[in-house]
């Protein structure tokens, strides 16, 4: 679909990117026309890309990647990968800017074309930033990880990128990602009609055998609810997507990213290793 905008009255842009709501506001007198593309589908991820545009060498995108498991998302570790990318396409990449993004710690990279690469004006900066919406750090180590990142590039002047980078705000569901949601089997002030539900069985991975007593967490955050003597649990969340997993001192569990659809049941076996050495 796509979407024209007059950007003469610096106005804010809202759009829908699958279950992401994406506003941002660009602050410049410059024309452009923004569309949003279909989702890409791959076996690790979906990404959802909106696209803006002012002509054919100056413009802007912004993908949300939506993982379907954890990701590193340890920051260095994102700027090293996007550097070396830049520089693999030609671009003498900067050192990274960190920065606040979206009320998140993310970092920007900027660099110039070499010259003789097509099109590509020598004097035109290019310009990415990444943040997650949902890093955590992992118990498995120093390390963070998260589900949902978000990746900007562009090559409007640093005032127009500086404006999207400072306005731009992601959400999801109803801030599914941001902020945590009451979960209980019988969730306060919401209908149950309203609600998803998620099910499945936590299970040791060596053997199969289910854990009981676990406690189900959903997006980092505990339930009360325990699985029970077999390993089986049961969830009723909002609808959004949810980062589901368990806790038990005896086993490790890492969370697995899953979609929950109103008045749905999505199943989720959940893989757990045993603390335990020797």
């Known amino acids: 679909m796509l979407l024209l905008s007059s950007a003469a009255l610096a106005a804010p842009e809202m759009h829908q990117l699958g279950p992401y709501t994406v506003s941002f506001n660009l602050n410049t007198s410059l024309s452009y026309q923004i569309q949003s593309q279909n989702p890409m589908i791959y076996p690790s991820a979906t990404i959802y890309p909106l696209v803006i545009s002012t002509n054919n060498t100056t ?8 993982y379907n498991n954890l ?14 990318r830049m520089a693999l396409r030609g671009i003498n990449v900067t050192a990274p800017e960190k920065m606040t993004i979206d009320k998140m710690n993310g970092f920007r990279l900027s660099g110039m074309p070499s010259a003789g690469l097509g099109n590509a004006s020598s004097r035109s900066m290019f310009y990415q930033a990444q943040y997650w919406l949902d890093s955590k750090d992992c118990t498995c ?7 949902v990142l978000v990746n900007i590039a562009s090559t409007y002047p640093e005032n127009v990128t500086e404006s999207l980078l400072s306005s ?3 959400a999801a569901g109803q801030e599914a990602v941001r902020a945590s949601t009451p979960v209980a089997s019988s969730t306060n002030n919401v209908s149950q009609a309203d609600l998803g539900i998620v099910e499945g069985r936590v299970y040791n991975l060596k053997n199969g055998v289910g854990v009981a007593s676990a406690e189900i967490t959903v997006d980092y955050n505990p339930t009360r609810i325990m699985t029970d003597a077999l390993g089986n649990y049961r969830v ?3 609808p959004a997507q949810h980062s589901i997993g368990a806790q038990s001192s005896d086993y490790g569990v890492i969370p697995s990213s899953v979609m929950v659809y109103r008045n749905q049941t999505t199943k989720l076996d959940l893989k757990a290793v045993s603390r335990q050495t020797g």
């Open 168 to 170: 731009i705000h992601v």
């Open 71 to 84: 990701t590193t998302s340890t920051l260095r570790v994102n700027e090293e990968t996007a550097g070396l």
């Open 59 to 66: 413009g802007a995108s912004v993908s949300i990647i939506q």
């Open 141 to 147: 180590g120093p390390v963070s990880v998260g589900t």
């Open 236 to 238: 009723m969340v909002l």
